[in-house]
C-alpha cells in the first residue's frame, strides 16, 4: 500500500486528519458505545463494551505497519477515525464517526483525506444494504457498487447483506468530491 507522509494534514478549515495517538482511544471507545452506531456498523466489535478487547484490537491495528489509522479531528474534537487496510490482496477503508456528530460531512471529509494519501487503487469497501449513509460517503468519495456478500453482523445478531464497493483504478483526485 502506498502511502504518504505521516502528518497532519487539513481537510477543511474545522476538519484535520492525524495518526492516531493513545489519548484519542478513549473518545473512540465511547463512539463505540453507541447502540444505534453499532446497529447502523453492523460488522463492528463482538461486545462494544469490553474494554480490553477494544485495547488488544487497537494495539494490534496500530502495531502493523500496513494499517493507515488516522483520527478526523473537528473544531479541536475528536469525531471520529478513518483506516485502510489490507484484506487479501485488496486495500479495504472504513470509518466510524461519533453518533452526535453524523450528518456533518465528517465522514466524507475524512475519507477524501485519507484517500489522498493511501494513493493505492483500486480501493474497496463494504456497507450494510440498508445503511444509506454510509452509501452516500462512499459515492461522494467516488466509489461504485461492483457487487453483494453476505455475512454475520454482530451488531445486529443476524446475517446482513452487504454492498462491495470499489474506488476505480483511474479514482485518484479525491479532490472534487
Same mark, same amino acid.
Given at each position: 500500500?502506498?502511502?504518504?507522509?505521516? *502528518?497532519?494534514?487539513?481537510?477543511?478549515?474545522?476538519?484535520?486528519?492525524?495518526?492516531?495517538?493513545?489519548?484519542?482511544?478513549?473518545?473512540?471507545?465511547?463512539?463505540? /458505545?453507541?447502540? /444505534?452506531?453499532?446497529?447502523?456498523?453492523?460488522?463492528? %466489535?463482538?461486545?462494544?463494551?469490553?474494554?480490553?478487547?477494544?485495547?488488544?484490537?487497537?494495539?494490534?491495528?496500530?502495531?502493523?505497519? *500496513?494499517?493507515?489509522?488516522?483520527?478526523?479531528?473537528?473544531?479541536?474534537?475528536?469525531?471520529?477515525?478513518?483506516?485502510?487496510?489490507?484484506?487479501?490482496? /485488496?486495500?479495504?477503508?472504513?470509518?466510524?464517526?461519533? %453518533?452526535?456528530?453524523?450528518?456533518?460531512?465528517?465522514?466524507?471529509?475524512?475519507?477524501?483525506?485519507?484517500? *489522498?494519501?493511501?494513493?493505492?487503487?483500486?480501493?474497496?469497501? *463494504?456497507?450494510?444494504?440498508?445503511?444509506?449513509?454510509?452509501?452516500?460517503?462512499?459515492?461522494?468519495?467516488?466509489?461504485?457498487?461492483?457487487?453483494?456478500?453476505?455475512?454475520?453482523?454482530?451488531?445486529?445478531?443476524?446475517?446482513?447483506?452487504?454492498?462491495?464497493?470499489?474506488?476505480?483504478?483511474?479514482?485518484?483526485?479525491?479532490?472534487?468530491?
Amino acid at each position: 500500500m502506498s502511502v504518504g507522509p505521516r *502528518r497532519v494534514s487539513a481537510v477543511t478549515p474545522e476538519v484535520e486528519l492525524r495518526p492516531v495517538r493513545d489519548d484519542d482511544l478513549p473518545a473512540f471507545f465511547a463512539h463505540e /458505545q453507541d447502540p /444505534q452506531a453499532n446497529w447502523m456498523a453492523a460488522f463492528g %466489535p463482538k461486545d462494544p463494551s469490553d474494554r480490553a478487547a477494544f485495547d488488544a484490537h487497537w494495539a494490534r491495528i496500530r502495531a502493523d505497519e *500496513r494499517i493507515v489509522n488516522r483520527t478526523i479531528v473537528a473544531g479541536g474534537e475528536v469525531v471520529g477515525h478513518v483506516a485502510a487496510f489490507p484484506v487479501d490482496e /485488496q486495500t479495504e477503508v472504513s470509518y466510524w464517526i461519533n %453518533p452526535e456528530r453524523w450528518g456533518r460531512g465528517y465522514a466524507t471529509a475524512g475519507l477524501t483525506a485519507l484517500l *489522498r494519501e493511501v494513493r493505492q487503487r483500486p480501493v474497496h469497501a *463494504r456497507a450494510a444494504k440498508d445503511n444509506g449513509a454510509s452509501l452516500a460517503v462512499l459515492r461522494k468519495c467516488g466509489f461504485v457498487v461492483v457487487g453483494e456478500d453476505s455475512g454475520f453482523a454482530v451488531g445486529r445478531g443476524v446475517e446482513v447483506e452487504e454492498w462491495v464497493l470499489e474506488l476505480p483504478a483511474e479514482a485518484t483526485d479525491q479532490g472534487d468530491h
